[in-house]
């Protein structure tokens, strides 16, 4: 299995790039939001992989995180979600924005991507409910989610860029928030539809806002 993939982008696609690794050149299936976000022709790139075996054709699918990757095995799990559609989803909200939509029963959101109807979306939301928290969990502790590219410079040696603007913004605080609500007793699913409506008005939110903020709409309603 191929799991990752570090090399020189030897040319990019509508819907796929070439990455050269010491001379061997894989084609790896990438979503519109990670194109975007890839370094330029000739420059350094590293992509999370999963590998996709049938009688007849053998695909890798790349992603900018492990996060990321982790999703997409998810949504390919749900009933009528392929590879492609997985990717248009991935696409259109991000791996934290689909994180989102399952928290908050939002299965519009996840309709807005290409080629998936209302029927499918609300397929993925009902069914990815209850995995989503525990997915979501994953964004403090994954390693190398750091949302920076690399690239190449003059002299080969790599280097840091600046982080994407698509990058996982709050991502970890919204998982410790997660985590605090549920050592206050609060199921999976209730603290990760809070802390996601609560992220959702306040995106830049530190941990302790957050918390506060989902307790708030976790409170019995008078």
Do not use: C
């Not at 997409?72 to 590879?83: N, W, Y």
């Not at 908050?104 to 209850?130: C, H």
């Amino acid at each position: 299995m191929i799991g990752r993939l570090s090399g020189r982008i030897g040319y990019r696609g509508s819907d796929h790039v070439l990455i050269d690794v010491n001379g061997v050149g894989y084609i790896v299936h990438v979503s519109d939001r990670t194109l975007m976000s890839l370094p330029k022709t000739g420059e350094f790139a590293s992509l999370y992989t999963d590998l996709l075996v049938r009688e007849d054709l053998l695909q890798l699918f790349g992603f900018p995180t492990l996060l990321e990757k982790e999703w997409h095995r998810l949504l390919m799990s749900v009933q009528g979600i392929g590879a492609k559609a997985s990717m248009a989803i991935l696409g259109v909200l991000g791996a934290e924005g689909v994180g989102r939509a399952i928290a908050l029963g939002d299965w519009n959101a996840v309709k807005a991507a290409p080629g998936v109807g209302p029927k499918i979306a609300q397929r993925v939301v009902m069914e990815l409910k209850n995995k989503a928290p525990a997915l979501m969990a994953m964004v403090s502790d994954a390693p190398g989610d750091t949302g920076e590219a690399e690239v190449v410079d003059t002299a080969d040696t790599p280097k840091r860029a600046a982080p994407r603007k698509a990058a996982a913004g709050n991502g970890a605080a919204q998982a410790e928030a997660m985590s605090a609500l549920a050592n206050l007793g609060y199921a999976p699913g209730e603290a990760a539809g809070a802390v996601a409506e609560a992220a959702r008005d306040a995106p830049d939110a530190a941990t302790p806002a957050l918390i506060r903020a989902a307790l708030k709409l976790l409170a019995p309603k008078e």
